[in-house]
């Protein structure tokens, strides 16, 4: 099975993190790196009041194989900014998604929107690097981790600045979720990580479980505004998608066809790059 190859080499790459990640060198750096920005919290206050977008930096996939060749992140990037996209998700691992933590380095230079480091966390030293290569948030995957190590590496990335995205695909692991936090962001995968079969039903079924105040992201197989509007009928505050903007040729119009276009009082801002065709 995909998730557990992918936890191995994770332990690997944890394995060789710790001979070269010197943590109080990694602290005293920290301390010094400017505060990070709000992830959740921009996710509250959406550009499109109805609906959050975090829209996701991603080359490749273990289910997908190659999903765009033309990849340049930083522009991608910046295409997602002008489009309105609240926050980007990067995938930083690099065996099975060909990503890279530079990606994450050098879009933190060239975007202000708030930045989630997908991967596969399993330990404190990724959470280490994830605020140093610029991160905003963290993914914790709940297949992957029992309560106690969701709970240890939720407060610990809490305690860097770090916001989290805590990610269930079905009811059991939702419920060890609920047991660490019933706030903060929970993000219900509509794909299953084990077989990579997709269905946005499994975010309406898991949405009835989750309380008010937690903000619910839909993540996964969203393709397009009628897709959009099915998971926000049911129940999501927000939608994460990557594949389906990965495969235009031009990211900002299709933002727009997925999304809606932004308000009225946000496009006047950017008024010129937009009239030039970034949309
Ligand atoms: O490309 P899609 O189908 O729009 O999906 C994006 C995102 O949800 C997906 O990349 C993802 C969700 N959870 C993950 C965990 C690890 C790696 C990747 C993921």
Do not use: W
């Not at 299953?192 to 946005?200: C, I, K």
């Not at 495969?247 to 933002?255: H, L, Q, T």
């Amino acid at each position: 099975m995909y998730l557990d190859r992918i936890v191995e080499t994770k332990r690997r790459e944890v394995q060789q993190l710790k001979e070269t990640l010197n943590i109080a060198e990694a602290e005293r750096h920290i301390a010094a790196m400017p505060p990070t920005r709000g992830f959740e919290e921009a996710l509250r206050r959406p550009k499109r009041s109805n609906m959050a977008l975090i829209a996701e930096v991603k080359k490749a996939s273990p289910s997908k194989g190659l999903i765009r060749e033309d990849f340049h992140p930083v522009q991608l990037a910046e295409a997602y900014e002008a489009a309105g996209a609240d926050c980007l998700s990067v995938l930083t691992d690099r065996d099975y998604f060909q990503g890279s933590s530079e990606y994450l380095t050098a879009i933190r230079q060239a975007v202000s929107l708030p930045l989630l480091r997908k991967d596969f966390v399993i330990d404190e030293t990724q959470i280490y690097e994830a605020r140093l290569i610029g991160a905003d948030a963290v993914l914790l995957i709940a297949a992957i981790l029992p309560e106690k190590r969701l709970r240890e590496l939720k407060t610990f990335a809490e305690a860097l600045g770090l916001d989290t995205l805590i990610e269930v695909h079905n009811a059991e692991e939702l419920e060890t979720v609920l047991a660490v936090t019933d706030r903060g962001l929970i993000g219900v995968n509509n794909r299953n990580l084990h077989t990579f079969e997709t269905s946005l039903k499994v975010t309406a079924e898991l949405a009835a479980l989750v309380p008010e105040r937690a903000l619910l992201i839909s993540e996964s197989a969203i393709r397009n505004a009628e897709d959009v509007a099915y998971v926000s009928a049911n129940g999501a505050h927000g939608v994460l998608i990557g594949e389906t903007f990965m495969r235009r040729p031009v990211i900002g119009e299709a933002v727009t066809e997925v999304m809606g276009p932004l308000p009225d009082v946000l496009l006047s801002g950017f008024g010129n790059s937009i009239e030039k065709g970034l949309r």
